[in-house]
Every structure is written in structure tokens, then in C-alpha cells.
């Protein structure tokens, strides 16, 4: 009998989901790769090639931006080859490492991004496509809806902080992934993660007070943020004890059982 007989189309052993995940992994691999290789031409070379990076004056910054966001995306790509990440909330949580990053940097990096965006973008999408059906619902739950929104925060700060001149867009930049670092520390230590986006949302909004848009992204990311570490606290002290429950040993045997019971 066929190994593959009597599968759902969207089942985890399906050969079209396998299929689509492995090239996903491949896309994502080598347009990260690429995505690295343009920032740090934007860094080398930004002032002789204007016209591929999108006539930007602040060719450093952006460079530098290109760089760290391609190596999100560069480490969600290395995520994505473990067998455990395309199961349930990773699935989600990689795709939107492809596709935040790869939807930013098209401001950063100008011409020099199409390939690299493009790959990402697709990854991204075959990620999504080859989801189980109720699959991204149990990722968002009321826990993972927070932190989501938080990251946007971020996203937002870096969206802004790439368009930004001098000091106010190294802070916008610097925010945003502070942010990102807060909701990663968040099921692990509280006070850091407190600390990171304190850290993360005050600067920027601080010497951009003027703008209406800023501010007001602080205040969410500070409000929404509290509540999803809070939740992710919580949810890893569940996890802790329910660990601690498990039985470690196996029940004693009885004579009557014999050694080999």
C-alpha cells in the first residue's frame, strides 16, 4: 500500500505541503542571504551606486538596517529547516520573519532589494498556502494576538526610523528592534523584558514628540506590551509546572510481577 494513500491535502506527511516547504526553505535561504549581501553593498558602496539603492543620502544607516533585518529574516530561514517549525504558531511566527522584513527593506534599499524582497515575499506565501486548515487560528490565541500587535509596534518603528534622518532615525530603528528583543525575553525573564521596551518605545517618541504618530505608538506598544508579558510569564510558569508534575520514574514492580513485568 502507498505511504501516501488516505492523506488529507493539507496533512503534515502530505507530499505537495512537503514540497512546498522545502522550496519555501530554499527561497527564503538564498533571498536572505542576498538580502545581507545588498545591505552591505548599500554600507560599502551606497555613495557610487545612488541610483540602485533608491538615491538614499543616509547610505550607513540604511545599510546597517538592511543588514540586521535580512539577518532576521536569515535566522527564520534557519528556523525553518528544524521539523518542529512548521507545526502550528511557528509556522506564523516564521513567515512574518520573511515578510515584515522583506516589506521594510523595499524602503531602505531601492533597486537592490527586488530579488531579495521577492524570494522572501514568496517564502512567506508558500509558508501561509501550505498552512492546515485551523492551524493559524490556534497560533493567534489571545497570548500570541498581543504579541503580535507589539512586534508591529516595532515594525512600524523601523518602517520609521529607515525613513528618518540622524539621530531620530538610528532611535526609530534601534526602537523597534529593542521591541522585537522584549517580546523574545518575555517567557523567560520579566524585568529584561520590561527593561527592552522601556528601552525600545521612550527614545524615539521622546525627540519625535512633535509628530502625532509616534507617541501614540509608544503608548500602545508600552500598554500592549505589559499585557502580552505578563501572559507570557504566566504561560511559561504553566509550562514549568506541568513539567515538574510529569512522573520521572517508572511504578515499582511487585514480586508477583517478576522482572521482566
Known amino acids: 500500500m502507498s505511504t501516501t494513500a488516505g492523506l488529507r491535502p493539507h496533512d503534515e506527511r502530505s507530499p505537495r505541503r512537503g514540497r512546498r516547504d522545502r522550496l519555501a526553505s530554499r527561497l527564503a535561504l538564498v533571498g536572505a542571504g542576498l538580502g545581507v549581501f545588498a545591505g552591505v553593498a548599500e554600507l560599502t558602496f551606497g555613495p557610487s551606486i545612488r541610483d540602485w539603492v533608491g538615491n538614499k543620502q543616509d547610505t550607513t544607516r540604511l545599510g546597517l538596517t538592511t543588514i540586521i533585518l535580512s539577518s532576521v529574516a536569515l535566522a527564520s530561514a534557519g528556523v525553518l529547516q528544524r521539523a518542529d517549525s512548521r507545526a502550528h504558531s511557528h509556522r506564523l511566527a516564521v513567515a512574518l520573519g520573511l515578510v515584515v522584513p522583506a516589506v521594510i527593506c523595499f524602503t531602505t534599499v531601492g533597486r537592490l532589494w527586488l530579488v531579495p524582497g521577492s524570494l522572501l515575499l514568496v517564502a512567506g506565501g508558500l509558508l501561509l498556502s501550505a498552512a492546515q486548515r ?21 515594525a512600524y518603528y523601523i518602517f520609521l526610523g529607515a525613513t528618518a534622518l540622524g539621530l531620530a532615525g538610528l532611535l526609530g530603528v534601534l526602537g523597534g528592534l529593542l521591541i522585537w528583543g522584549a517580546m523574545a525575553s518575555a517567557s523567560r525573564s520579566r524585568r529584561a523584558a520590561y527593561a527592552l521596551l522601556a528601552l525600545g518605545a521612550l527614545p524615539f517618541a521622546a525627540v519625535t514628540w512633535w509628530s502625532a504618530i509616534t507617541p501614540l505608538i509608544a503608548v500602545l506598544a508600552l500598554v500592549l506590551g505589559r499585557t502580552a508579558i505578563r501572559q507570557a510569564g504566566g504561560h511559561a510558569r504553566e509550562d514549568g509546572d506541568g513539567r515538574r508534575e510529569r512522573p520521572t520514574h517508572r511504578p515499582a514492580t511487585t514480586a508477583a510481577d517478576g522482572p521482566f513485568a
Do not use: P, Q
Open 134 to 154: 485551523g492551524e493559524l487560528g490556534h497560533a493567534v490565541d489571545e497570548r500570541r494576538w498581543y504579541t503580535g500587535l507589539v512586534a508591529l509596534c516595532g
